[in-house]
């Protein structure tokens, strides 16, 4: 049973802007911390931005100002507005949930910047 499902990646110019969005059953949105991680090819997937249940925020020093966590909890949603994106941020991208551990994972969505 698929309970995370990211979309919104895609290919973007240096300088653009992206909108990922990650559709969580009810039961994990409303009771765990929401994340994005992202992975590059021949790197170690690393922790982009996460959202606690009362919406406190925590974003990697290599995103923060850019970009931004959010979530619609009428819709069980979590957003990740990606502004000023770099080549260096090109990635798949992943939506998980958990508490003390990221447990739920989605499949992931692929982002690219070109220069």
């Known amino acids: 049973q698929v309970q995370l499902v990211e979309s919104g990646g895609g290919l973007v110019q240096a300088g653009g802007s992206l909108r990922l969005s990650c559709a969580a059953s009810?039961?994990?949105?409303?009771?765990?911390?929401m994340g994005w991680f992202r992975q590059a090819p021949g790197k170690q997937r690393e922790l982009v931005a996460s959202?606690?249940?009362?919406?406190?925020?925590n974003y990697a020093d290599s995103v923060k100002g850019r970009f931004t966590i959010s979530r619609g909890d009428a819709k069980n949603t979590v957003y990740l507005q990606m502004n000023s994106l770099k080549p260096e941020d090109t990635a798949v991208y992943y939506c998980?949930?958990?508490?003390?551990?990221?447990?739920?994972w989605g499949q992931g969505t692929q982002v690219t910047v070109s220069s």
């Open positions: 959202i606690t249940t009362d919406s406190s925020t």
């Open positions: 009810g039961s994990i949105f409303s009771k765990n911390i």
């Open positions: 998980s949930a958990g508490s003390r551990l990221w447990i739920y």
